[in-house]
């Protein structure tokens, strides 16, 4: 019989819809569901995952779809179903919860929570039945529900301990009164350590992308000249890019790879990932000038302009899931060598079978004759070893990747969550405006300034505040209060948006957001921002613990986030207090930092912004002239190196932020024809320049 819907049908979110028809008696976290509680008398079963994460889909078709097992948690429990991507606040303290109770976390979460939703006991995927060394989950919770009878008291203590450990997860006393760019080498020396220079990538399997470690690794690298940063970087983009963890036929990169050599991934591929890592190749591109990192730039940027994005409203989707249904490993993106023979011309499968490593064994577990497309040879040897020129080689490698993408079109898709929201927006909206303007791609700025505007229109309302949530799959958006990401992410977009037209209305929105920010999160007393609005309505259970995000995870920690939006504004605006209040932020995690290393590279990044003076070029003309000059002024990526492009119409006192206005408008030059460039560092700017050379020596400080 056919189990009527339960409360998660009035919800908005993907992940939470799918368990609609589920016999378990769900509710969406809230006031409600604990009342509810509360009045039951019973302990809360809180299950976090997302739409994205296969044992979550396990959990859900083993456990949460079984009857008997239904009947026992609707029995002793109320149950609560949260997906992780909308409601991140509740997400990362009940992780740390998690972990503090059981030393592990991930999705999907599992806690048991007293009815105030102070947690006293949880793990992660548990099986149904005895296995892999866990109880059956039936077991665990009968246990659960007879100790809430039977040990109250000890339920209540554990619960009070693990709270003060989730306060503790990131709000040490590390402040430091001696901040300098040793501790960014400390960094870089940290990561540089980890480096596999074999296979690229940091530590062993498996292995993650680390987007701010990279971006940091090419800006230290190029400044400084380090070599083990150039190479750590650079291994690891090409290493990545030849592996299976990248889409060898649409683009984009997957989660991360199980095995050390970059081959079998997790096959979802989330939006913030791909950001990053459009931000690294075009950074990459930029500084070291390899066509390579180009094309995979490009590639990134087919993938989500193809699959990922609203093009006609603009915005960007949450991510794609790995699997079609539980009994498959990634089958929409892997071949066997005959599926591959059925679709592809002889003399095509003997390059692309050779290039991507497509043989008779594969590379998955669940089937062996599977292959993850990699490449582990260059087009010029896999030419030569099969008697042909490269020209011909390319041409047959070219016609045999458009077949296999024709035929893998045909195949089922994995599911695609059409949420927007904020935070990854915004980062893909940088990422966007940041390579349209080292590729020369006007589409790709065009379609970045369309989603920034939606976002300021949909999401954004200065006496609410902005949404975490801009739209829903099913269009109907409900406003989620936003994280300090949604904030710091958002008004760094506004800043690159600035940067990329020269248009007045986006700094001044940059401003607007970045008092938000502080006003909002910002710790007076302690320096620092919490990851929560300071008068949050919703402080249930371990939401009232207060939390300073300084770790990577793996978007960019908020704190240092933060930070860097203040500088970056306080560069065109003059705001000392924004200046002081990046300071203090860094400085309250100063003591302790070098400790994360590898995961604390978006710190070392506003760290860099806040010790080294703001180099500002600015461009001014049009033309092929105007084009050399700024061209030669975005060659190579600096952290505090800000490139405008205005044409003459926009250099007024009224467009122009403060600390422009003082000096641009004065400039005699403008008088002038032709277009000519400026270097301005801090409050002194050089004098004007046409000449390409001269202006790369002006920026070395020459």
């Known amino acids: 019989m056919a189990h009527s819907q339960n409360a998660l049908s009035k919800a908005r979110s993907s992940y939470l819809r799918s368990a609609q028809h589920q016999p378990i008696e769900w509710h969406e976290w809230g006031e409600a569901a604990f009342a509810r509680a509360k009045e039951l008398d019973r302990p809360v079963l809180l299950d ?33 179903k949260v997906d992780r991507d909308e409601r991140p606040d509740v997400d990362s303290r009940y992780q740390a919860a998690v972990q503090a109770i059981s030393g592990q976390g991930g999705w999907p979460l599992t806690a048991f929570l007293t009815p105030d939703g102070l947690p006293f006991y949880g793990g992660t995927y548990f099986p149904r039945e005895d296995r892999y060394g866990r109880p059956g989950f039936d077991r665990v919770l009968l246990t659960m529900a007879n100790a809430w009878k039977t040990k109250r008291e000890d339920a209540l203590d554990s619960a009070n301990s693990v709270i ?88 984009g990169f997957h989660r991360y790879s199980v095995d050390e050599r970059w081959v079998v991934p997790h096959f979802e591929k989330m939006l913030y990932d791909n950001a990053g890592l459009l931000g690294n190749y075009a ?27 609203d093009r006609e409203r603009g915005g960007f989707y949450a991510s794609q899931d790995a699997d079609i249904n539980l009994d498959d490993d990634g ?47 260059t087009l010029s040897e896999v030419a030569k070893a099969a008697g042909k020129s490269e020209g011909e080689a390319a041409l047959l490698l070219d016609a045999a990747q458009k077949k296999l993408m024709a035929a893998r079109r045909e195949r089922p898709e994995p599911f695609i969550d059409r949420t927007i929201y904020t935070s990854w927006n915004a980062m893909a909206i940088s990422a966007y405006l940041q390579t349209a303007r080292v590729l020369e791609r006007k589409d790709t700025a065009a379609f ?9 229109n949909e999401a954004w309302n200065a ?28 008004g760094l977009a506004l800043v690159d948006a600035w940067e990329s037209t020269g248009e007045r209305r986006w700094y001044d929105a940059a401003m607007q957001i970045a008092e938000a920010t502080v006003t909002r999160f910002y710790d007076a007393t302690g320096g620092g921002f919490f990851d929560r609005e300071i008068d949050g309505a919703d402080t249930i259970g371990a939401l009232a613990a207060r939390r300073k995000p300084l ?20 560069a065109l605006s003059g705001r000392t207090d924004f200046r002081e209040k990046a300071e203090d932020t860094l400085e309250a995690f100063g003591g302790i930092v070098e400790h994360f290393g590898l995961y604390a590279a978006t710190y070392g990044l506003a760290l860099e912004l806040l ?45 122009l932020p403060p600390v422009l206005a003082e000096t641009l408008p004065q400039l005699p030059w403008l008088q002038n024809e032709g277009a000519f460039a400026v270097v301005c560092r801090g409050a002194s700017c050089m004098p004007p320049t046409r000449d390409a050379e001269k202006l790369l020596r002006q920026m070395a400080g020459e």
């Open 48 to 80: 976090i995952g997302a739409v994205w994460c296969h044992w979550c889909h396990v959990m859900d078709r083993e456990s949460y779809e079984d009857a008997t097992l239904a009947a026992i948690v609707n029995e002793h429990f109320v149950a609560i």
């Open 164 to 251: 003060s450990a989730i306060e503790h997860g990131e709000s040490f006393a590390g402040r430091s009164g001696s901040l300098s760019l040793e501790i960014v080498g400390k960094l870089v020396e940290s990561a540089v350590k980890q480096f596999d220079p074999r296979y690229g990538g940091f530590g062993t399997q498996p292995k993650f992308p680390h987007p701010s470690a990279l971006d940091l690794l090419i800006d230290v690298g190029a400044r400084t000249g380090h070599e083990g940063a150039l190479q750590a970087a650079t291994v690891t983009l090409k290493k990545m890019a030849q592996g299976g963890v990248y889409d060898q036929l649409a683009g």
């Open 283 to 309: 950074h990459a591109f930029q500084t070291f000038v390899d066509p390579e990192y180009a094309r995979v730039a490009q590639d990134i940027l087919r993938w989500l302009d193809t699959t990922m994005t």
């Open 331 to 377: 089958d929409y993106f892997t071949w066997t060598r005959d599926e591959a023979a059925a679709v592809l011309a002889p003399e095509e499968l003997e390059i692309a079978g050779v290039y991507f490593d497509i043989g008779e064994m594969g590379d998955m577990h669940h089937n062996p004759r599977k292959n993850v497309l990699h490449r582990t040879q």
């Open 448 to 456: 970045a300034l369309k989603s920034l505007d939606r976002i300021l």
């Open 463 to 490: 006496e609410q505040g902005l949404s975490h949530v801009v739209a829903y799959p099913e269009g109907d958006a409900r406003f989620v209060p936003g994280v300090l990401d949604d904030y710091a992410f958002f």
């Open 551 to 570: 770790q990577d995870t793996p978007t960019p920690a908020g704190n240092p986030a933060a930070a860097a939006l203040l500088l970056r504004v306080e």
């Open 611 to 655: 010790m080294l003076p703001p180099v500002q070029v600015v461009v001014i003309g049009d033309g092929v002239e105007a084009r050399s000059l700024t061209a030669a002024a975005r060659a190579r990526y600096a952290v505090h190196k800000q490139v405008l492009h205005l044409r003459r119409e926009q250099v007024t006192a009224e467009n």
